[in-house]
């Protein structure tokens, strides 16, 4: 079935980038996405990429998708402390009806 | 309001008891998901409606829960005989259309004792 897979945690300090990985096995998925979920709040989210595309980038976020190995990434550059939260990486399900998400990414940033 | 909200914020009740949340979805958003966070968990399926039809419940873990959108608005999650592994978050999520971003609540934050 359907699975997604991300590193637990993340520490880096206040100026630099950070890179958030997640690997996905349904090949089908149309789109993959990026979540931030911060304390007590809603998942917001951040940024999507068409599986058709290797790169998006937008501001500050840089999304890296390698299809042959099933790989996204999210990179983060200048890194603040705001951006302290947890990162979700999602894909579709093969009905195209539901996400599934990884067990997300704990970005801690130090000043 | 702008956004998906979702009541009551918290509930707490007891095991067997029956408990309903809430989902106000984005005015004139046509689908609606169910997910449910466990503790250091991602989100996880629970429902889909497409109006006021549930198009697709396979993440529904059992027969005691259950949910209804009868005017392919305001949607209701019902748990029947809650247990202590039910506690979790309850997420609501609406969005224009099936392939369109999904804009979420800020949950239901069950506790069964």
């Known amino acids: 079935g359907e699975d997604v897979e991300q590193s637990l945690f993340l520490s880096v300090r206040e100026g630099d980038s950070s890179v958030i990985n997640c690997t996905y096995t349904?090949?089908?998925?149309?789109?993959l996405y990026w979540y931030k979920q911060e304390p007590g709040a809603g998942l917001q989210l951040l940024t999507y990429?068409?599986?058709?595309?290797d790169m998006k980038q937008d501001q500050r976020l840089t999304v890296l998708l390698n299809k042959k190995d099933k790989h996204l990434s999210l990179r983060i550059a200048d890194t603040q402390t705001g951006d302290s939260a947890i990162y979700f990486c999602?894909?579709?399900?093969?009905?195209?009806?539901?996400?599934?998400f990884g067990k997300g990414t704990t970005l801690s940033v130090s000043s | 309001g702008a956004g998906v909200s979702q009541t009551p914020s918290n509930k707490v009740t007891e095991k067997g008891k029956y408990v309903e949340l809430r989902c106000d979805p984005i005015?004139?958003?046509?689908?609606l998901y169910w997910y449910r966070q466990s503790l250091g968990q991602g989100p996880e399926f629970l429902i889909y409606?497409?109006?006021?039809?549930?198009?697709?419940d396979s993440g529904l873990p059992n027969d005691r829960f259950f949910a209804v959108r009868p005017e392919g608005s305001v949607s209701t999650l019902k748990i029947q005989r809650t247990e202590r592994g039910d506690s979790a978050v309850y997420l609501c999520a609406s969005s224009p259309g099936t392939t369109s971003e999904q804009f979420f609540g800020p949950g239901t934050r069950l506790t069964v004792l």
């Open positions: 999602a894909e579709t399900n093969q009905a195209g009806t539901a996400l599934i």
């Open positions: 409606f497409q109006g006021t039809g549930a198009a697709d």
């Open positions: 990429i068409f599986s058709n595309m």
């Open positions: 349904d090949s089908s998925s149309t789109y």
């Open positions: 005015s004139g958003h046509t689908a």
